[in-house]
């Protein structure tokens, strides 16, 4: 049977993916470098039986997304820069409430207005901060347009799956290139359902926690009447200030996520084995810390691609790996002025030298830049 090839842009895959996934709703507001996501599926959409809203505003589209996925029907929204600091109230809400729904973050230079056209990677941060107070994160970061297919299945997979919402941090780059994808045959992924309760109406608890960290879900419109909110709440979902209950509800939000280090992150090691000498990359840069690495192979220097698809929770037994084994270094190079370099060191805990390349001249970081890096360790 032959497969279904395509020459696809990134922001495309992101839209097929999402598709692919069992998504039915997108709600959002056109934003460089992102819209292409929006467009694709206000064509899409419709045809396949789901929703296609644009908003007022980054804001509304947020609370939309909620809502939609509240009623039951898998959601996604798409934005980039200022329009993901518009959503961060809500999602802070969609983390509290328990939400599952993804948003796509084509990051690009800032802040502020910034480079609207340029690719940045210094939402690293904002993803796992944004929304006050302590809540779970999950944030995936793919560096291929084949990846952008592939890790937005994912995406809502561990959104269903833990129940929380799940960012996409990808950038301008990776977003606006083009390269050739197979398309997975249906069924070829695997595509994961939030667990419904099995309960009687009467007897449910939206955030029973003795069902697990992940307590099932009844969708509204399906005879459960539940309330939600963003105060802390018990089971009922109704507000609480019971100190105890704040507390281990709090922790369970969170533990839902870190305790679950080995499903949720994701790596590719590549030139590893033998390395003595590492980059640790994600997104765009990570294409540029490849050629690197195969350039220095040329010239006998043993460097490795250590490659993040999820940069949230931070792989830090990874790298706690290498570092442990006696590298002489880890190198992060990344489109900010150090974000994921801390985090880095933090996991090396001084075991070797770490350092940062960073560039937020709006281009891309050269192999070059990172070869020549590599070979002073």
């Not at 279904?4 to 069992?22: E, T």
């Amino acid at each position: 049977m032959s497969k279904d090839k395509r020459f696809l842009q990134g922001n495309d895959a992101v839209a097929l993916g999402a598709l692919y996934a069992g998504c039915r709703f997108f709600a959002g507001y056109p934003i460089t470098p992102s819209t292409e996501v929006a467009e694709k599926l206000a064509a899409m959409l419709p045809k396949a039986g789901g929703r296609f809203i644009q908003m007022e505003d980054e804001i509304a589209a947020m609370a939309a997304v909620i809502g939609a996925s509240l009623a039951g029907r898998k959601s996604l929204t798409a934005t980039s820069g200022p329009g993901m600091s518009l959503k961060m109230e809500n999602l802070g809400f969609g983390c509290m409430a328990e939400v599952p729904c993804v948003i796509l973050n084509v990051m690009r230079g800032g802040p502020s207005t910034g480079t609207p056209t340029g690719p940045g990677q210094s939402d690293i941060m904002q993803a796992k901060w944004g929304p006050h107070g302590d809540h779970p994160c999950i944030a995936l970061t793919p560096s291929t347009v084949a990846e952008q297919f592939t890790e937005t299945v994912r995406a809502f997979n561990l959104s269903e799956k833990y129940r929380t919402p799940v960012i996409i941090l990808t950038d301008e780059i990776i977003g606006h290139m083009r390269e050739a994808v197979e398309i997975p045959a249906e069924g070829e992924l695997e595509v994961i359902d939030r667990v419904k309760p099995d309960c009687a109406p009467e007897d449910y608890l939206p955030y029973d926690s003795s069902k697990g960290d992940v307590p099932p879900m009844a969708n509204f419109g399906e005879g459960y009447r539940y309330h939600v909110t963003g105060l802390n709440h018990d089971a009922s979902g109704f507000p609480t200030a019971k100190p105890s209950i704040i507390d281990s509800e709090e922790r369970r939000l969170v533990r839902k996520v870190e305790a679950n280090y080995d499903d949720i992150v994701k790596v590719e090691e590549f030139m590893c084995g033998d390395a003595d000498r590492i980059v640790f990359a994600f997104g765009s840069s990570a294409r540029s810390a490849k050629d690197a690495v195969l350039a220095l192979r040329e010239k006998g220097v043993k460097a490795g691609l250590l490659k993040a698809l999820t940069i949230w929770p931070f792989p830090e037994r990874h790298i706690k790996k290498y570092a442990d084994g006696g590298v002489k270094g880890i190198l992060v190079p990344e489109l900010n002025l150090g974000q994921a370099v801390c985090e880095t060191e933090r996991a090396a805990g001084g075991k070797c030298p770490v350092e940062g390349l960073f560039r937020v001249d709006s281009e891309a970081i050269l192999p070059s830049q990172i070869s020549g890096t590599l070979e002073r360790f």
